[in-house]
Nanobody, 125 residues
Framework: VQLVESGGGLVQPGGSLRLSCAASGDTIGRYCMGWFRQIPDKEREGVAGIESDGSTSYADSVKGRFTVSQDNANNTLYLQMNSLKPDDTAMYYC?????????????????????WGQGTQVTVS
């Protein structure tokens, strides 16, 4: 599966953005999907994950502000980000793996995922 992110940009603190991850080559309904973010010289952070049955997990830092969802008809993953903070500034990546995680914690673990997009930059300032 190939993944292409879009929707990043510059937003003021308190603002909102919706990221999209368009998939091709396979149906995302067969995959566990995730959103990750990374800033230079820092470790990649799992932001949110969603399984094919709609079960979701979030990093504590984004709970209540971010919502992950997927549209199987359009083969697209989304990340709705509200109440954005400067600390949310990062490159955001979507990822996919055709496997069901045995533990919920794997939904936001980068090493669990096999396919990655190129990323989209989010800057909150």
């Amino acid at each position: 599966v190939q993944l292409v992110e879009s929707g990043g940009g510059l937003v003021q603190p308190g603002g909102s953005l919706r990221l999209s991850c368009a998939a091709s080559g396979d149906t995302i309904g067969r995959y566990c999907m995730g959103w990750f973010r990374q800033i230079p010289d820092k470790e990649r952070e799992g932001v949110a994950g969603i399984e094919s049955d709609g079960s979701t997990s979030y990093a504590d830092s984004v709970k209540g502000r971010f919502t992950v969802s997927q549209d199987n008809a359009n083969n697209t993953l989304y990340l709705q980000m509200n109440s954005l903070k400067p600390d949310d500034t990062a490159m955001y990546y979507c990822a996919a793996v055709r496997m069901r995680p045995l533990m919920t914690g794997l939904r936001t673990l980068g090493a669990f995922y096999k396919y990655w997009g190129q990323g989209t930059q989010v800057t909150v300032s």
